[in-house]
């Protein structure tokens, strides 16, 4: 039995030791601005999430639980939701600072 454990015990805390390590960037690293912290975080937490959850999958894998239908089910939700968040931020970070870039430019040609 402790050799059939062994293995999932280590698979189980290099989960928590890798996921844990992704929380580093969120409480080192604080940005000033909020709305640059907001995704800075979010970022973060996606990959914590998807992190725990493949983890999390491989570990019961070990232990011999059919866990695959439901974990690629909440994998592939997680990680769609992570490309449309990272998108959508690309996108409000290129419209604001397009619209700094057009405001002060006009600002210039109207002095």
Do not use: C, Q
């Not at 409000?92 to 210039?108: H, Q």
């Amino acid at each position: 039995m402790l050799a059939h454990s062994l293995p999932v015990l280590i698979m189980f805390l290099y989960t928590i030791l890798t996921v844990s390590l992704f929380f580093i960037p969120i409480t080192k690293f604080p940005r000033k601005n909020k709305l640059l912290n907001f995704y800075w975080v979010g970022f973060w937490t996606f990959l914590v999430m998807i992190a725990a959850f493949a983890g999390g999958e491989n570990t019961l894998k070990m232990l011999e639980y059919d866990a695959s239908g439901t974990s690629k089910v909440i994998l592939a939700g997680i990680s769609a939701s992570f490309v449309f968040f990272v998108m959508f931020a690309w996108f409000r970070f290129s419209a604001k600072i397009i619209a700094t870039l057009l405001t002060r430019g006009y600002a210039k040609l109207r002095s």
